[in-house]
């Protein structure tokens, strides 16, 4: 009789998609959150960091994400992503109805989430071509 569970590995890896480390909170995690996100059409995240690692799956539709080195990777539907962590980076809804997807986090209680960057730094992407929501 086969089994009434099967598990399917979404992601298996000790590394982010950047190829560093997975980072774990620095303190045991005390608190840890699941979140689903939708990005509209022509949407961004706008450039941020994660002080832990996130772990992400797609839902419905394709995102690219970006780092400030101009390093993209796409994903599509099924697709599961470690963060980059401590790195300035951007989601994009290259689709065009919405992307959906399911975003995991541990972290300290005392940590932030995630980090947008100072307008200094934006203005520096800026003029990298690095695009950015809410400037």
Known sequence: MAPAVKRMPLV????????????????QARKSRRRGSKITVGGETGGHEHPASSFAVVLDRTLEATLKDSQKKSLSPGEALVEVVDTLHNGRNVDKPPVKLIAFHARAVEKALTFKPAQGIRSRMRKANFGLLGD
């Open 12 to 27: 298996k890896t000790t590394t982010s998609w950047n190829g560093k480390p997975i980072a774990c909170p620095q303190r």
